[in-house]
């Protein structure tokens, strides 16, 4: 049996060897550095004696601090979404009467895609009874445009009479208030134009309540043309012609998929260290190709709180080709200076589960919490919260971070009630 004087001579020996390590720290790790103590170490069965005040070891239990330099960086796991794309849905029950595009097209800004027309029985400021169900006169023309701007603040509203193709004179006009509903907000919260030729369509969250006259002899709706707001692609469409529809269903998706995003979602602790502009690299699924991304927006949401990542991907010829909606990336965002960490192996780790570490690219998307047993100067154990950074499957090792330079780790596997105990070295 060794008494506390040997420890304090492995102690001061360690203080010598920590100044030496930390010196070679300036230098990347050797690749021919000898593999620490793993679990199959005769030392994982060598007895420890645990008694009231103190804990008896070997020194094959010591493991020295073996630092290693490393990038500190965060994970950032989403799908990859169009950056402009909007649905369509209904704020009044209506009806299709023409589908003008098909699932998978393509349409310049202002093309028509739909034709519908609102059921005046649902109206709330003109009376059912005095609505009237006979066709239209403009033969299937519409007669307005209304084009939101992009600013949303602004709404120019066009009116122009639909042309009387027989020879009776014009008939007696009645003009009936109809309060209609745009909305129009893009994926990421932007508000853009939305092009319809008569407001009963909603596109997102934000409301524009517009009232419009209309003429007839007696009030009924027009038929009104619902046009593309930005070049893209019909993603999903929902009706049929002649199909009746109630309020809040959907009518069709667009997006313009040359312009591609994915949101991250991480701690809000990880706010710090991330800002607009940073860079993004990311793989997807089943693709050999990396990516680049940089991140547009940082949003923290209050319950739970979190932290929303936006990364816009760099457009180029490589993403354009490989990425696709729906798509799940994997990518990283390094931050902050070269920090210094210790190499242990897993059996210095407690209170942590390994499993996401054990394949590419063998880091976590935020570092891990874990536990490990420190000798302090004092020659006393304490359990010691650390971060998991990386795992090394050459070498079986992880890296962690968070231990001073002048602690040594205790490998034996301790009871919670060792803290605070006094270390014997046999």
């Excluded at 934000?206 to 209309?214: A, D, H, Q, T, Y």
């Excluded at 502009?277 to 990396?290: H, M, P, R, W, Y």
Aim: glycine share 4%; net charge negative; with cysteine.
């Amino acid at each position: 049996m060794v008494n506390a004087m040997t420890v304090s001579k492995i102690l001061k020996n360690s203080s010598y060897l920590l100044s030496a390590l930390l010196i070679a720290a300036c230098q990347p790790p050797s690749p021919t550095d000898e593999a620490l103590t793993t679990e199959k170490s005769p030392t994982a069965d060598t007895p420890v004696i645990i008694d009231n005040d103190s804990v008896t070891i070997t020194p094959d239990h010591i493991l020295s601090i073996k630092p290693s330099r490393y990038q500190p960086s965060l994970g950032l796991q989403g799908n990859i979404e169009p950056i402009k794309q909007t649905q369509f849905v209904t704020v009044h029950p209506i009806n299709v009467e023409e589908i003008l595009v098909t699932k998978g097209q393509w349409v310049e800004k202002g093309t028509p895609l739909l034709i519908v027309r609102r059921l005046a029985a649902e109206s709330n400021t003109v009376n059912s009874s005095d609505i009237s169900d006979d066709a239209d006169s403009n033969s299937g023309k519409p007669d307005q445009e209304i084009k939101i701007q992009k600013d949303a603040d602004t709404i120019d509203t066009k009116q122009t009479e639909a042309q009387d193709t027989s020879a009776n004179a014009k008939p007696s006009q009645t003009t009936v208030n109809n309060d209609t509903t745009i909305k129009s907000t893009s994926s990421d919260g932007k508000k853009e134009p939305l092009m319809t030729d008569a407001a009963i369509v909603s596109s997102s969250d934000n409301e524009i309540s517009i009232s419009r006259g209309i003429e007839s002899s007696k009030p009924k709706y027009n038929l009104i043309t619902i046009r593309a707001s930005f070049s893209g692609r019909v993603e999903g469409l929902y009706v049929k012609a002649g199909q009746k529809l109630e309020a809040r269903m959907p009518l069709l998706k667009f997006s313009d998929e040359t312009k591609l995003h994915f949101t991250a979602i991480l701690p809000i602790q990880a706010e710090p260290q991330l800002s607009v502009g940073q860079t993004v690299n990311f793989t997807a699924e089943n693709i050999l190709e990396k990516f680049t991304g940089q991140i547009s927006k940082l949003t923290t949401t209050s319950q739970p709180k979190r932290l929303m990542v936006n990364v816009d991907v760099i457009d180029n010829e490589v993403s354009r080709k490989q990425l696709l909606p729906n798509m799940k990336v994997t990518g990283r965002v390094n931050y902050g200076q070269i920090d210094v960490g210790t190499i242990v192996p897993k059996r210095a780790l407690h209170d942590v589960d390994l499993t996401e570490l054990q394949s590419p690219p063998y880091k976590p998307l935020v570092p891990l919490t874990a536990n490990v047993w420190i000798i302090g100067q004092d020659q006393h154990l304490k359990r010691y919260p650390i971060e998991v950074v990386e795992y090394n499957p050459s070498t079986e090792q992880y890296l962690i971070a968070g231990i001073s330079n002048d602690s040594l780790i205790c490998l034996a596997d301790l009871p919670l009630d060792s803290d605070g105990k006094k270390v014997n070295v046999s």
